[in-house]
């Protein structure tokens, strides 16, 4: 089965239904009067650690199944600065994540980090609509959108003065997300057609990007020695979720991610 396929489909269902709640028009009204927390800048270089860490608030996931089934946004938003958080990421997805809609504005008033907005993005509406919320920065998959979409919306998030997360997982997707004038990169280890994980990718890819692209591994890090590998290929920002929200003590397990061992 292509997840992702089934997924873009139900977006497009949705967008349509939000669209007879609320106008997209509306949205942009809502979306050019939200202040904004800087996210871009946070990932320019290493944090005090050598290590940014984007931590993840996640319930579900569609292969995994429910992670985090009474996870409380508010809360682990709390846990996450205190682990010293470089920002936030918040699932918005309720059909496929088990996300609450309100989720990454609970997490966001209950912290001081910047907010990145995850979901499938596939209509401009979704753009305003995450702008609205409150969202420091929107993902862009490139695998879902043609490039004249992903330049276009790129273009939107900065007339919102919203980041964008413009995430890859293959050379071609790259060349797309370069050619689009994409400059934070997202690098999923995770196939999102078959969600197979290889946490080699980011590796790989990394040392494609262009001197100006910022790299972010995401899907598969789950310790201090997967960090170690990617620090090794000059890959210094992470984005984690399943291994956060699983942990018995996610502020202390987040230290230890960006904690270097003793005998480093």
């Not at 690098?187 to 969600?195: H, K, Y």
């Not at 202390?252 to 904690?259: V, Y």
């Amino acid at each position: 089965m292509d997840f992702l396929a089934k997924i873009v489909e139900h977006k497009k269902n949705e967008v349509e239904a939000g669209k007879k709640i609320i106008s997209e028009s509306s949205l942009r009204d809502q979306a050019l009067n939200t202040k904004r927390r800087p996210f871009m800048q946070r990932f320019m270089k290493p944090g005090p650690f050598g290590v940014n860490i984007i931590a993840e608030i996640k319930r579900a996931s569609p292969s995994k199944g429910l992670l985090c089934p009474n996870l409380n946004p508010a809360k682990y938003a709390a846990y996450y600065e205190k682990g010293g958080a470089a920002a936030l990421s918040v699932l918005t997805d309720s059909t496929f994540f088990k996300a609450n809609l309100d989720d990454l504005i609970i997490a966001r008033k209950a912290s001081t980090l910047p907010v990145l907005r995850k979901d499938f993005i596939i209509s401009s509406y979704q753009v305003y609509e995450t702008a609205a919320m409150g969202a420091d920065a929107a993902l862009l998959i490139v695998r879902i959108l043609s490039l004249k979409q992903l330049k276009d919306y790129i273009a939107l998030c900065d007339e919102l003065k919203l980041d964008a997360l413009v995430e890859v997982n293959s050379e071609q997707d790259l060349e797309t997300a370069s050619d689009a004038g994409a400059r934070l990169i997202g690098i999923n280890n995770r196939n999102l057609s078959s969600f197979d994980t290889d946490i080699e990718t980011a590796m790989r890819l990394s040392s494609l990007l262009n001197e100006d692209q910022i790299a972010v591994a995401a899907s598969g890090i789950t310790n201090r020695k997967d960090i170690e590998k990617n620090l090794s290929f000059g890959v210094f920002n992470f984005l984690i979720g399943e291994s956060l929200v699983k942990a018995d003590d996610p502020a202390n397990f987040l230290k230890s991610l960006m904690t270097p061992a003793k005998n480093e």
